[in-house]
């Protein structure tokens, strides 16, 4: 609101504008060949997207991630949303997410280009690599274990590390974070992060921990895909 039409009829007589959308509303195809479109995120939440007409459009047909890391810093992720990813043959020492902008950008592909990681799996966006990335672009964790998803082996691990506050996420899989958080919930001083996802067709616990930016997030649980 209000109608298409009367949006192109606005831009056409004011070529050089700026639309202010929901993340994940639909683009236009007549708008996607012109215009810039800008997803942009803050506190891990893609909150809105910006598509730029005319002298406004840094990148006319491009696609841009903007993430706002504080007042003062942001963080941008450019390129194809339809650039392919590397796949990983096995879970490397540390995995990431990318954040939500570049995901609702689906610039997972650019990114992992940019940083030299590999996709775990094409069912989830959680991106690996041997090698520790610190940027604002992702979400990193160092990899302790990587488990079937079966809750006795789960409850294990957490009673043998002497972990006490878990954090769960998952993608690609489905299950519900919060129970699964309660239900391993220990009586030790280690705090961690199960990651529920999938690898070769199947469902694992990548059993981990925050490192480098994302470490002094608040703990979180990752909404339902």
């Given at each position: 609101d209000p109608p298409g039409e009367v949006l192109d009829d606005w831009l056409a007589r004011h070529p050089a504008a700026a639309i202010k959308l929901a993340p994940a509303a639909n683009v236009p195809a007549s708008w996607r060949q012109r215009a810039e479109c800008e997803w942009i995120s803050r506190g891990g939440e893609c909150r809105q997207l910006v598509t730029w007409f005319g002298d406004l459009a840094s990148r006319p047909g491009g696609s841009v991630a903007t993430i706002?890391?504080?007042s003062e810093a942001r963080r941008q992720v450019t390129g194809d949303p339809d650039a392919p990813l590397a796949w990983a043959e096995k879970i490397g020492r540390?995995?990431?997410e990318p954040d939500a902008a570049v995901?609702?950008?689906?610039?997972s592909g650019a990114l992992a280009a940019e940083l030299g990681l590999a996709g775990i799996d094409r069912e989830t966006a959680y991106l690996t690599s041997d090698r520790p990335v610190i940027d604002a672009a992702v979400a990193g964790f160092e990899v302790l274990a990587?488990?079937?998803f079966q809750l006795k082996?789960?409850?294990?691990?957490?009673?043998?590390?002497?972990?006490g506050h878990v954090e769960v996420k998952k993608r690609g899989v489905n299950c519900d974070p919060l129970a699964l958080q309660k239900q391993l919930r220990g009586a030790g001083s280690e705090r961690g992060v199960v990651l529920i996802t999938r690898h070769r067709a199947k469902s694992i616990a990548i059993v981990a921990r925050r490192f480098g930016l994302a470490s002094a997030a608040a703990d979180t649980v990752q909404p339902p895909d």
């Open positions: 706002l890391a504080t540390y995995v990431y995901l609702a950008a689906h610039l990587v488990l079937p082996v789960l409850r294990a691990y957490v009673r043998q590390h002497q972990f």
